[in-house]
């Protein structure tokens, strides 16, 4: 588990392609001294096991499955990407809870200054766009953001310079894509939600029916 604030930008210094994956080295200013072989790291926030370690890089493995549903197929030697340390138990969660499990990409289809920030705006299926809500949180490449806005295909947010500056958005280009991550919390509520069918017959062997209903909801003030 993961927070979202990249401890480091590294660099992809290798990219093997292998059985349908990757085996990515990733040059690092990170203490490798402190990571040990099968921990996590978040590259791009994306969970990776760490199965190699050099003087100034480790070495993770891109599963096929991985492969297919994020963006780290379009890695490249040099390209840099964001980085963070898996969360231990007592740190500070200045962001917000990130698993490292990627539920979809999107596609950054603008961006422009606003004051102090700049505005990007993401294209996204419909499927995982559903689960954003305005002042609610995503993980775009690992980074814990805030949503400004949603609409029925995208969203957008705000950059504040310490973020353009600490992360890889400031490379970013209209066009590319991102890896994007969900507030988990968002993905149970629905799964709670769906098995709350008020007009469903209760048999005496039927599982307790969640008390987490829209109406529940509506009744305390969330929706």
Same mark, same amino acid.
């Given at each position: 588990?993961?927070?979202?604030?990249?401890?480091?930008?590294?660099?992809?210094?290798?990219?093997?392609?292998?059985?349908?994956?990757?085996?990515?080295?990733?040059?690092?200013?990170?203490?490798?001294?402190?990571?040990?072989? +099968?921990? =996590?790291?978040? /590259? #791009?926030? *994306?969970?990776?096991?760490?199965? %190699?370690?050099?003087?100034?890089?480790?070495?993770?493995?891109?599963?096929?499955?991985?492969?297919?549903?994020?963006?780290?197929?379009?890695?490249?030697?040099?390209?840099?990407?964001?980085?963070?340390?898996?969360?231990?138990?007592?740190?500070?969660?200045?962001?917000?809870?990130?698993?490292?499990?990627?539920?979809?990409?999107?596609?950054?289809?603008?961006?422009?200054?606003?004051?102090?920030?700049?505005?990007?705006?993401?294209?996204?299926?419909?499927?995982?766009?559903?689960?954003?809500?305005?002042?609610?949180?995503?993980?775009?490449? +690992?980074? =814990?953001?805030? /949503? #400004?806005? *949603?609409?029925?295909?995208?969203? %957008?947010?705000?950059?504040?310079?310490?973020?353009?500056?600490?992360?890889?958005?400031?490379?970013?280009?209209?066009?590319?894509?991102?890896?994007?991550?969900?507030?988990?919390?968002?993905?149970?509520?629905?799964?709670?939600?769906?098995?709350?069918?008020?007009?469903?017959?209760?048999?005496?062997?039927?599982?307790?029916?969640?008390?987490?209903?829209?109406?529940?909801?509506?009744?305390?003030?969330?929706?």
């Amino acid at each position: 588990m993961f927070t979202g604030l990249i401890e480091d930008v590294g660099e992809v210094r290798e990219v093997r392609r292998q059985a349908g994956g990757l085996v990515l080295t990733v040059r690092t200013a990170l203490p490798l001294a402190e990571i040990q072989l +099968g921990d =996590s790291v978040a /590259v #791009n926030g *994306v969970c990776l096991t760490v199965t %190699a370690l050099h003087d100034n890089a480790f070495e993770a493995d891109v599963s096929p499955e991985t492969f297919s549903c994020t963006a780290l197929g379009a890695l490249a030697p040099h390209t840099p990407v964001n980085l963070e340390r898996a969360l231990r138990l007592g740190d500070r969660l200045g962001g917000h809870l990130v698993y490292g499990h990627v539920d979809g990409v999107a596609r950054l289809v603008s961006r422009r200054a606003d004051g102090n920030a700049i505005r990007m705006a993401f294209q996204m299926e419909s499927s995982v766009n559903r689960y954003l809500v305005p002042k609610g949180s995503v993980a775009i490449d +690992g980074i =814990s953001l805030t /949503v #400004n806005t *949603v609409s029925d295909d995208g969203f %957008a947010i705000a950059v504040i310079p310490h973020t353009l500056e600490k992360t890889t958005l400031r490379q970013r280009k209209v066009g590319e894509l991102v890896n994007i991550e969900v507030d988990i919390f968002a993905k149970f509520a629905e799964r709670l939600l769906a098995g709350s069918d008020e007009t469903a017959p209760v048999r005496e062997d039927s599982p307790a029916r969640s008390p987490l209903t829209e109406a529940f909801l509506a009744g305390h003030g969330f929706l």
